[in-house]
């Protein structure tokens, strides 16, 4: 089968052919992938920054946001068969962990992420175990949930933790409104009463959250939107999907008294006084990937009609070019691979 | 000036002349009235039901929920002074106690319920103090606004408690359509994403509830739709405004493993062997008035246009006639006293 | 082997030889029994009170709460082996269904209650998952150890749920000071700072809840007591281990504004006006066991000194004094069968 | 009176004469001072490093830590009267604003600081409001209880924010033993069932924490102890109370996934990438006094003897010596002053 394969670090990985993938365990399945979508966490894969966290042996099979068909289901799977749609989690747990029984699958002491550790769906077949798999319904168009695998289901779980504490006089604030952030704002607006301001640098990206339901979008004035619509008292949430550069300084600055800062892009660095954390009693939370239950949830989030995932869809064997074009900020909400 | 006043209990209140109210302590207010909402607890109140709860003397004046304008203001108030459009929170608290200095204002242990414990809002003027005042923008429809001050508090308190526990694969009951149903529908459609089924025995207030947002609506048929909605496994909570009669045993029968079941209606018994309390590990939570503070986020929900109050006018003088039709089930949404 | 065999609903079990256990799946394991806990639910058990909720053919070995090594382990067994010391969560849970995934064990769709719908504890082996087994200390003793699994784990469950409302200005009652009470008593005292009342008709029952940490106790009195230690305003929390005849009435009336009544004991039937539950606000929590997180902290609590589990040993053949001396009230914390 | 005024920033404050304090709202109270605990941040304040947070014209009587008499009430004092024995929260509050009503008296809009805005409790006499006062027992040992109005209420907050986190599993580690960390062992002795590690580099502060409950003591080698105490998992919550040097980033390194890490000391910078936050989950919170509600619930937990206060006592004409021990880090506990 065609798969697309990190074989070198900084080097953009090739489509190749490499055996189709077989049941290992009993309670593996087999999808056939209908569509895969391209992450941020791809592009720092390939350029080597996740090589201490992920040492994984080159070469392998990029893709984390797998949507498709079971084609192959081994003995012990039950309550989903051969045909059936599904979404995957991208993780695969063991089931009996500590972690694993308290429903915090990231936190699986025996877990292996499909796409970073072992082969991902970024080909026309992968292998995952009956534990990762969520069934669809047929109905289901597999190319648009299938960002909600990873994309929405991070934002989706940094949004959870927030909800509790957002109010119809709260401000929340999405930065960066790109595959993670435009899903952000919808969930959002589905899930909490409060007001949301979207921050871009493009003038696109701000068009989109308008549509979708951010109450007001800002670029460089993020402050004073901010400072403005809440009358100088600050945000109550900043959901930061970007974390480099300048968004940690500039989440802070827009949090308010006993704001939450939720960092969930990376790759740059928070830096902060400790008289600043006291004085205003923030709290800073980092976020990673949502658990399976997150993930049910966003699906009946989804199924349920409240959210419009945008992709833009490339034949597999252009996966190169994807890559390229969510380097280059050119795309509206996720790119997708169709094998 | 004009009031609306309990002389004897078992009898219909009338409306009389009473003098005007006076400023008490320097920081009370006096308040113009431009709409009182006319609410079952009046009826209670009248025919005696709660006589032993508040023991007041005979004759005083009803109503607790008031908005109007601020038509005086002793030396001590801040924040906000004559001229202002102002909605009332029903209770007037110390601000010294444990439960005040808590934010638990229904809990105060020196306060006062307004039109039921001292004169109330249904009169031409209602004094109180500014700790029971909320400023509004001076573009809100006064008379929509005013059944936000107890039957869309006490909903919004409930749903409050509520909201961390809803997810998109819940389902919440709201029992009785009326007063206070109308305005918890939609205020879980706002809040949260859970599908709703709004359970009444009339046509025209299931017609209502689905137009304000209902996912499903339901009469005798409410433990059907339920089981369907949720293939067997029941709602997630359940929101009783009318806590009498069949509704106890109909509500604890929609629940789900670990469901809750609010009690915000009263009048009825509640029972329930413990066994069945301990296999679906039930919760039964009773809710009276919300805070001060859900009061101003209500306020805020309102004024971002998320919340369709309906009401039916009535001039103060026809008070009688505003219970005779509460009474007899024709109203939907709210009755509104206009002085 | 021996086993105590529930043979006809209204009967007394007989301990009777039946086949040893065999492996069934390839994560169980057999576990050679060496403490089985006697609990109330077991005299319901046979007494035909649950025949209803676990209609299980009969003949069945009755035991929930089971202690010893493990004599065999099937291929796909991890984390533990054969001579590991461990306790046995009582319920057999799928690993795979929503509420598996979530840490929900009780709330399982493919489960088996040991004791009461597959043969149980109380008998010289058992068959069970690895997925109910936490091992324990080599230097446990595996008869002080077993009431945890379910006296323990269900007084835990109920507790956990209350600390976060319990401080040192509340006052919680443990109502039943018997196998459940005393060791509820212990958790309170460690895991919070609150005044704890307990309430035993028995003198000797009250002695041992002092000794163990209680602040005061109560018999004919507890409305009193509370009153007095509360200056009137009412307890946070009741835990009513009983759950029949007089107690929930008691137990509300010991409450406070907000506060919360868990009933983990059944039997009784629970009758209170909504009226009431509105104006104090009161919550009602229904218990059941607890999960197998629950468990494995409440095993750390144990370990860590923090828990006395009292135990009044029977040789497994004199099962039925055992039920005998639970059903007349002579049982100081809880009797064990040592097979 | 005598006073402890700051009269030029970068010089040690000096005793001198000034004028007694008088009421000046009708609800003030005067006290008369019988212990005053010396803070760090009194130290900070000298030195200059609070200017710009609160520019405060010099000079002004320092003091936030205050217990003693009622001397002089106002007109519209409740609940307390001349003669009484109280404890005074730090901060002055207008009662009426969101936050006040809320509860969060830190967050109080129109609210002034003893000691850091107004004159404090380093004098023989102080004016507050009754807002600020909690009376004690008459057998209160003043001058023990007066660190618990900022050194005990600091660590309170902060403490009471972890409780719902911390099981019999967790491991808490307290970074700092002295003023603020001595106190806040013992409360999550009292408060939780977790293991706890103190870490402080003096030998003599690591025998007071034993002594005082914890269940390791670390210096240098803290991030082995907790290695070892964790079986690698790390610690659950750790609180900082020195916020400086290398804390930040031992603190950081002492947290296992989704840890978290209390920031209540301040002077340094926290500084990490946003990959670590993002890939162990970490949440970090800053800290602040806590509210008139947590001081009630500290005395409280004092009162029933949970709790150890060790204090140097200094004659208040002493108060330059006081600071220079404790900035030379010779004093166990807390110092104070006695007028």
């Given at each position: 089968m065609k798969a697309v394969r990190l074989e070198e670090y900084g080097r953009v990985p090739t489509v190749t052919d490499v055996p189709d993938p077989v049941l290992l365990a009993d309670d593996d399945i087999i999808v056939q992938v209908e569509g895969a979508g391209v992450c941020r966490t791809d592009i720092h894969a390939y350029e080597g920054q996740l090589r201490d966290v992920f040492p994984t042996p080159l070469p392998f099979t990029l893709g984390h946001e797998t949507a498709g068909?079971?084609?192959?289901?081994?003995?012990?799977?039950?309550?989903?068969?051969?045909?059936?749609?599904?979404?995957?989690?991208?993780?695969?747990?063991?089931g009996v962990c500590t972690a694993c029984r308290r429903g915090d699958d990231m936190g699986c002491s025996d877990s292996a992420f499909t796409g970073l550790v072992v082969d991902g769906g970024m080909a026309q077949f992968v292998r995952t175990s009956q534990r990762a798999a969520i069934v669809l319904?047929?109905?289901?168009?597999?190319?648009?949930?299938?960002?909600?695998?990873?994309?929405?289901?991070?934002?989706?779980?940094?949004?959870?933790?927030?909800?509790?504490?957002?109010?119809?006089?709260?401000?929340a604030v999405v930065v960066g409104c790109g595959g993670l952030g435009h899903l952000a704002i919808q969930m959002l607006r589905a899930m909490t009463d409060c007001a949301i301001v979207a921050v871009d640098p493009l003038e696109a990206a701000r068009a989109l959250a308008l549509g979708l339901g951010a109450t007001r979008v800002a670029g460089e004035d993020a402050r004073q939107v901010v400072e403005e619509l809440t009358n100088g008292?600050?945000?109550?949430?900043v959901?930061?999907?970007?974390?480099?550069?300048?968004?940690?300084?500039?989440?802070?600055?827009?949090?308010?008294?006993?704001?939450?800062?939720?960092?969930?892009?990376?790759?740059?660095?928070?830096?902060?006084?400790?008289?600043?954390?006291?004085?205003?009693?923030?709290?800073?939370?980092?976020?990673?990937?949502?658990?399976?239950?997150d993930l049910r949830e966003l699906v009946r989030l989804y199924e349920r009609g409240l959210l419009d995932s945008r992709v833009v869809s490339y034949p597999l064997l252009d996966a190169p070019r994807a890559f390229a074009d969510l380097n280059s900020g050119i795309i509206r909400g996720r790119a997708v691979l169709v094998p």
């Amino acid at each position: 089968m065609k798969a697309v394969r990190l074989e070198e670090y900084g080097r953009v990985p090739t489509v190749t052919d490499v055996p189709d993938p077989v049941l290992l365990a009993d309670d593996d399945i087999i999808v056939q992938v209908e569509g895969a979508g391209v992450c941020r966490t791809d592009i720092h894969a390939y350029e080597g920054q996740l090589r201490d966290v992920f040492p994984t042996p080159l070469p392998f099979t990029l893709g984390h946001e797998t949507a498709g068909v079971i084609a192959e289901a081994g003995p012990r799977v039950r309550g989903m068969a051969v045909g059936d749609k599904v979404i995957l989690h991208p993780l695969i747990t063991c089931g009996v962990c500590t972690a694993c029984r308290r429903g915090d699958d990231m936190g699986c002491s025996d877990s292996a992420f499909t796409g970073l550790v072992v082969d991902g769906g970024m080909a026309q077949f992968v292998r995952t175990s009956q534990r990762a798999a969520i069934v669809l319904d047929p109905s289901t168009d597999t190319q648009s949930i299938a960002p909600l695998a990873d994309a929405g289901l991070t934002a989706y779980h940094a949004i959870r933790r927030a909800v509790g504490s957002l109010t119809s006089e709260s401000v929340a604030v999405v930065v960066g409104c790109g595959g993670l952030g435009h899903l952000a704002i919808q969930m959002l607006r589905a899930m909490t009463d409060c007001a949301i301001v979207a921050v871009d640098p493009l003038e696109a990206a701000r068009a989109l959250a308008l549509g979708l339901g951010a109450t007001r979008v800002a670029g460089e004035d993020a402050r004073q939107v901010v400072e403005e619509l809440t009358n100088g008292a600050g945000a109550t949430a900043v959901f930061d999907f970007v974390g480099e550069d300048e968004t940690p300084r500039l989440s802070l600055d827009l949090l308010g008294r006993q704001g939450s800062y939720y960092i969930v892009g990376y790759g740059g660095t928070l830096e902060v006084p400790t008289l600043e954390m006291v004085l205003k009693e923030i709290k800073v939370q980092g976020n990673i990937v949502g658990s399976y239950q997150d993930l049910r949830e966003l699906v009946r989030l989804y199924e349920r009609g409240l959210l419009d995932s945008r992709v833009v869809s490339y034949p597999l064997l252009d996966a190169p070019r994807a890559f390229a074009d969510l380097n280059s900020g050119i795309i509206r909400g996720r790119a997708v691979l169709v094998p």
